[in-house]
Nanobody, 118 residues
Framework: QLVELGGKSVQAGGSLTLSCAAS????????MGWFRQAPGKEQERVAA????????WYPDSLKDRFTISKDKPEQTLYLQMSGLTPEDTATYYC?????????????WGHGTQVTVSS
């Protein structure tokens, strides 16, 4: 089970850190990632990290503002976001990935809402 936390309303230019707690024994995915979904827009990948921490992935449009990290012993994933704009408004989901950092998502949580106002 994946549970995202940390979403809230923020002002443009602000920062926010999301977390995702994974439950279950022997949790060891190949990788984890974050994606977001805004109303009327396609799902968008925002970051991914190999669970051994040796590789990360970001789309070019977000790599300067978003940082993904993990606490492996705590089975927790994080997404640090800065320089937020109204275009970042979306529901953010964390997900497990079975292969390749841009591979299909295997499981995801219920999401956490981020709203950025101008």
């Amino acid at each position: 089970q994946l549970v995202e936390l940390g979403g809230k309303s923020v002002q443009a230019g602000g920062s926010l850190t999301l977390s995702c707690a994974a439950s279950g024994r022997s949790f060891s995915p190949y990788a984890m990632g974050w994606f977001r979904q805004a109303p009327g827009k396609e799902q968008e990948r925002v970051a991914a990290i190999r669970w051994d921490g040796e590789a990360t992935w970001y789309p070019d449009s977000l790599k300067d503002r978003f940082t993904i990290s993990k606490d492996k012993p705590e089975q927790t994933l994080y997404l640090q976001m800065s320089g937020l704009t109204p275009e970042d408004t979306a529901t953010y989901y964390c997900a497990t990935i079975d292969y390749r950092l841009t591979g299909p998502y295997a499981a995801w949580g219920h999401g956490t809402q981020v709203t950025v106002s101008s």
